[in-house]
């Protein structure tokens, strides 16, 4: 059973930094796209950071130089890196992945997401 597993989160003060990871447990077969999200209390949902299959990133305006997103294929392992934070990033992230979770061809990919990680950043 494949599942993704969310680590990292916690209380940071502004202006320090976080790394969240997202572990693909079960055996997979690969990872294609990778998204970040967060869910500030009372606000909607939003994109933080994707990465595609081909590498190609892109980032929410307001974390731009600040954040990266990157995966490590060995370790079947997403990642979100946070540096300079402040109050406003304060949510709960959400991972989400397309992984493939069996040997089919062409391949083929299954939308999955982590139960979520709370970042706090209050002085």
């Known amino acids: 059973q494949v599942q993704l597993v969310e680590s990292g989160g916690g209380l940071v003060q502004p202006g320090g930094s976080l790394t969240l990871s997202c572990s693909a447990s079960?055996?997979?077969?690969?990872?294609?796209?990778v998204r970040w999200y967060r869910q500030a209390p009372g606000q909607q949902r939003e994109l933080v950071a994707s990465?595609?299959?081909?590498?190609?990133?892109n980032y929410l305006d307001s974390v731009r130089g600040r954040v990266t997103i990157f995966r490590n294929n060995t370790k079947n392992t997403m990642y979100l890196q946070m540096n300079s934070l402040k109050p406003e990033d304060t949510a709960v992230y959400y991972c989400?992945?397309?992984?493939?979770?069996?040997?089919?061809?062409?391949?083929?990919?299954?939308?999955?997401w982590g139960q979520g990680t709370q970042v706090t950043v209050s002085s």
């Open positions: 989400n992945a397309d992984l493939r979770v069996d040997a089919a061809w062409p391949p083929r990919a299954y939308d999955y």
């Open positions: 079960g055996n997979i077969f690969g990872i294609h796209a």
């Open positions: 990465i595609t299959s081909a590498g190609i990133t």
